[in-house]
T-cell receptor
Framework: GAGVSQSPRYKVAKRGQDVALRCDPI?????LFWYQQALGQGPEFLTY????????KSGLPSDRFFAERPEGSVSTLKIQRTQQEDSAVYLC????????????FGDGTRLSIL | AQSVAQPEDQVNVAEGNPLTVKCTYS??????LFWYVQYPNRGLQFLLK??????LVKGSYGFEAEFNKSQTSFHLKKPSALVSDSALYFC?????????FGQGTTLQVKP
């Protein structure tokens, strides 16, 4: 079956540009998470959706980061006015509703800000 | 605050030997504990989880993990390592849904 799909796999942008990263979760998964993984580090939580509701955005590093999931399926992470410190791999994960179920990860989008 | 520590940046083991990758955690309440593996340029793959019950948890690819509440540890183990097990391993804890990850341990299995 299809797993979590993320696009693009690689994105290069100039400092100051806006970028949009897409996540297609596993069909039927109501929970969707975004994580940021800096080079050589473990992933760090950014935000969490249950269906279309954004229940936790405590990990978003600044108001330049915005995420949405308008129909409770596909999600987009948008970064405005990108800065060099935004360079990282952005991982999306989805899971069943139940809290103790494992999250299934996509392969990520590697974002490089020049 | 929740946290996870993986004290070893790298673990080296010979093929066929047993391996252990260490993890300790700090969380309030009853934790949900997970191990994930990451191959280069790929996302994280789920290996196993501890929710409740038996302290020894069996997972994918012959891996297992031992939960020790008194030592707040959740070490990953495998009786006989394979070269193909070489990868980056992450321990994670959750009690609110989001995962808190350790820094990762690179496992290098040599032929």
């Amino acid at each position: 079956g299809a797993g979590v799909s993320q696009s693009p796999r690689y994105k290069v942008a100039k400092r100051g540009q806006d970028v949009a990263l897409r996540c297609d979760p596993i069909s039927g998964h109501v929970s969707l998470f975004w994580y940021q993984q800096a080079l050589g580090q473990g992933p760090e939580f950014l935000t969490y959706f249950q269906n279309e509701a954004q229940l936790d955005k405590s990990g978003l590093p600044s108001d330049r980061f915005f995420a949405e999931r308008p129909e409770g399926s596909v999600s987009t992470l948008k970064i405005q006015r990108t800065q060099q410190e935004d360079s990282a791999v952005y991982l999306c994960a989805s899971s069943d509703r139940r809290r103790n179920q494992p999250q299934h990860f996509g392969d990520g989008t590697r974002l490089s800000i020049l | 605050a929740q946290s996870v520590a993986q004290p070893e940046d790298q673990v080296n083991v010979a093929e066929g030997n047993p391996l252990t990758v260490k993890c300790t955690y700090s969380v309030s309440g009853n934790p949900y504990l997970f191990w994930y593996v990451q191959y280069p340029n790929r996302g994280l793959q789920f290996l196993l989880k501890y929710i409740t019950g038996d302290n020894l948890v069996k997972g994918s690819y012959g891996f297992e993990a031992e939960f020790n509440k008194s030592q707040t540890s959740f070490h990953l183990k495998k009786p006989s390592a394979l070269v193909s097990d070489s990868a980056l391993y992450f321990c994670a804890v959750s009690n609110t849904g989001k995962l808190i990850f350790g820094q990762g341990t690179t496992l290098q299995v040599k032929p």
